[in-house]
């Protein structure tokens, strides 16, 4: 599968953006997808994850009632819906799918085997 993230942008404190991944391949709706996000200096961390059918999610304890995740399978599509962000959310936002257990959201990196090219997200004071 090929992923394809957009909607990255410079908002000012308090705004909003919403990401999209555009998922390739007949048969996107049984990957895991996740967002991650990598500002500078520092490693890349999860910031939400749903499972293959959408009917579980997981969030960073940073993102938690700001930001969610959804999909729509019938357009390959998963989004990362982002309020009440913060210059602390600059970063930038890769989205990521696999395969395997898809049943379960995915916390960790390295249980994506693809990602997508990176969109950056920059929130002004």
């Known amino acids: 599968v090929q992923l394809q993230a957009s909607g990255g942008g410079l908002v000012q404190a308090g705004g909003s953006l919403r990401l999209s991944c555009a998922a390739s391949?007949?048969?996107?709706?049984?990957?895991?997808m996740g967002w991650f996000r990598q500002a500078p200096g520092k490693e890349r961390e999860l910031v939400a994850a749903i499972s293959s059918g959408g009917s579980s999610t997981y969030y960073a304890d940073s993102v938690k009632g700001r930001f969610t995740i959804s999909r729509d399978n019938a357009k390959r599509m998963v989004y990362l819906q982002m309020n009440s962000l913060k210059p602390e959310d600059t970063a930038v936002y890769y989205c990521?799918?696999?395969?395997?257990?898809?049943?379960?959201?995915?916390?960790?990196?390295?249980?994506?085997?693809?990602w997508g090219q990176g969109t950056l997200v920059t929130v002004s004071s």
């Open positions: 990521a799918a696999d395969y395997r257990l898809a049943q379960i959201p995915h916390r960790r990196a390295n249980e994506y085997e693809h």
């Open positions: 391949g007949r048969t996107v709706s049984r990957y895991a």
